[in-house]
């Protein structure tokens, strides 16, 4: 019911797309760019899946071809048949066939492969769509997020997510579609395809370096917003430097992505889930670590309803795609979010990025239109301007190439030691249970057996606690416990025994102001504190301990300060501020 649907406690259905068949692509000859991609690529994140008992927790989906109509959603019909010609080739005029295209391989059963990774993408919209599950994902090769209308490219044949887009619309009468594009390699042949559409939302990060790096597109870079009736509806985030990390990536989620996601509304969300964005690729040379991307799933899941269709692009590090695709899954079968490692402060690159995107996009959506901002000139990455004398160099050669820039053996050791440390301490951290609850005796019948029902708060310790604060304002006894109840249910989350806890309490502002103090004398160093409605709160927050931000519907009489925010919901709007939108000067704070 709702109360459990509130409390996340309630995993929906969750499909899982694969077939080992198209793992039967592969590279027949010498080729220093194309020969990471490989078949193990498929194999090994369904090996995982398996070994963390995933795959049996989804809802299995069958693999079907995708029929030459549904490819020419996207593709013209002279690219359909020269594509068709593969199979029936020897080796030398596959070379002679894939020499047309930039960084792209034929095998004989490419042909074959690339129409059931359509068709898959395909049944999982059908699956998601008709409501046989919530979400889901599929594991495909080849990808697709290169693909253009008239050409192979980058690895990929056909464009299995834009084909998945036009389907779903056609189909369904899908309105808004969001395509979320989190391979560090611009889909540049997804926005080919939809930029003058205004249906379709594209948003893509990648490693761009002012244009040096592959596909070094000038329409890569943060002011390609879309042409016609499509401007403002293609979002770019270009990272112009290496190394970005967990909170780069939620970063921009939360700046850019998501304030304008909710205010565009789709109806349903595409991933283009590439994972050479991940620690360990020797693609992307990033350090975002694999629990990061339960959270970006996450992110996504409280739009469209849910609806939510992940498609595998990139990822070229085994050990580190596949364990980013196993917390992918686990997000969407609606497991606990671990916790995310690593300092939460964005670099200074990932600021100016952001700044320069928020820039471009301001007069097209209401979340950002309050920006007093311009692009910014003067990159800390970039001292002088293509073209004009030497390039400085920010991490790599001017002739990185797709394929090129390769950790030697020693690093890719490194770091399937590293992954293979860092995941049995994110995941031997998942206490017991989700949720610890504190509700009045009646209604704990009504909760499901999954939450922890908490009837510790009459213990002498908390009940001193309490009086001593409380005795003041407090004077039943039915309140004194319930407040106990409150404090035991903190207790449990900062001491890992639970991820989260709701208490019902006929006295909010007390129960708030009683929180922060225990949490205080338990030693925390840095709370959060979200009031949302009109509360009265006398609490010091003047250590810096504590960001308290109350939402409410009237003015405040206590001025607002670094550490204390009143926002008027009636005057400001609620969504902007709760996901990222109204003013922000990300450099104020970096200087």
Not at 161 to 190: E, F, M, N, P, S
Not at 261 to 284: H, K, M, N, R, T
């Amino acid at each position: 019911g709702f109360l459990s649907c509130l409390l996340g406690v309630m995993a929906s259905g969750t499909a899982l797309v694969y077939d080992d068949e198209m793992t039967n692509h592969k590279l027949l000859w010498e080729d220093p760019i194309c020969t990471i991609e490989v078949p193990a690529r498929l194999s090994s994140c369904y090996e995982n899946l398996r070994r963390y008992n995933l795959v049996e927790r989804c809802m299995s989906v069958p693999v079907r071809e995708g029929t030459e109509e549904e490819i020419m959603l996207v593709h013209s019909l002279d690219y359909l048949e020269a594509v068709k010609k593969t199979p029936k080739m020897n080796e030398e005029e596959l070379r002679k066939a894939s020499a047309d295209y930039d960084a792209v391989f034929f095998h004989p059963t490419t042909y074959r492969c690339a129409k059931l990774a359509v068709g898959a993408a395909l049944q999982l919209v059908d699956a998601v769509m008709s409501g046989t599950t919530h979400n889901g994902m599929a594991l495909v090769r080849p990808p697709g997020h290169h693909s253009q209308r008239n050409a192979a490219n980058g690895f990929c044949v056909f464009n299995n997510v834009a084909i998945a887009a036009k389907y779903a619309q056609r189909k369904y009468g899908v309105q808004r579609v969001l395509i979320v594009d989190w391979d560090i390699h611009h889909g540049q042949g997804i926005q080919y395809i939809f930029e003058e559409d205004p249906s379709v939302l594209y948003f893509s990060w990648h490693r761009f370096e002012h244009q040096r790096y592959w596909p070094s597109l000038r329409e890569s870079d943060y002011d390609a917003v879309g042409r016609g009736k499509g401007e403002g509806f293609n979002i770019n985030v270009p990272w112009n430097k290496v190394g970005m990390k967990n909170a780069d990536y939620l970063a921009a989620f939360l700046h850019v992505l998501l304030p304008v996601a909710f205010e565009f509304d789709p109806e349903l969300v595409l991933v283009s889930a590439g994972y050479d964005s991940g620690i360990g690729d020797p693609e992307g040379q990033m350090n975002a670590t694999p629990e990061c991307f339960a959270h970006l799933t996450h992110f996504l899941m409280h739009l469209a309803k849910g609806k939510l269709c992940a498609v595998l692009e990139g990822g070229y590090h085994l050990k580190s795609l596949s364990e980013s695709v196993c917390m992918t899954i686990r997000t969407l079968l609606g497991d606990l979010l671990p916790s995310l490692s690593g300092e939460m402060k964005p670099c200074l690159s990932a600021l100016e990025s952001i700044h320069d995107v928020r820039a471009a996009h301001k007069s097209y959506w209401k979340c950002l239109s309050c920006e007093d901002l311009t692009p910014l000139k003067d990159l800390s990455t970039k001292l002088c301007q293509l073209g004009e004398g030497e390039g400085v160099q920010t991490s790599t050669p001017l002739m990185n190439q797709l394929g090129a820039g390769k950790t030697n053996r020693d690093e890719a050791a490194k770091t399937d030691k590293f992954l293979e440390l860092h995941m049995k301490e994110v995941l031997s951290l998942e206490p017991p249970f989700k949720t610890a609850v504190a509700v009045a005796e009646g209604n704990a019948d009504l909760l499901p057996s999954s939450v922890q029902i908490e009837m510790d708060g009459d213990s002498e310790e908390l009940k001193a606690i309490v009086r001593e604060f409380a005795a003041e304002f407090v004077k039943e006894e039915k309140v004194l416990n319930v407040l106990g109840n409150m404090l035991a249910v903190l207790e449990k989350i900062v001491n890992k025994k639970v991820t989260g806890g709701l208490v019902v309490s006929p006295e909010a502002s007390i129960s708030s102001a009683l929180a922060l103090k225990h949490c205080r004398n338990l030693g925390l160093q840095k709370v959060l504190c979200v009031c949302v409605g009109d509360m009265d709160m006398r609490t010091d927050l003047d250590d810096g301990k504590v960001l308290l931000i109350n939402i409410c519907g009237k003015q405040s009489e206590q001025a607002n300060t670094k550490y204390r925010i009143s926002l008027n919901w009636k005057e400001v709007g609620l969504i902007p501020f709760l996901f990222g939108g109204g003013s922000f000067s990300p450099l104020s704070r970096v200087h």
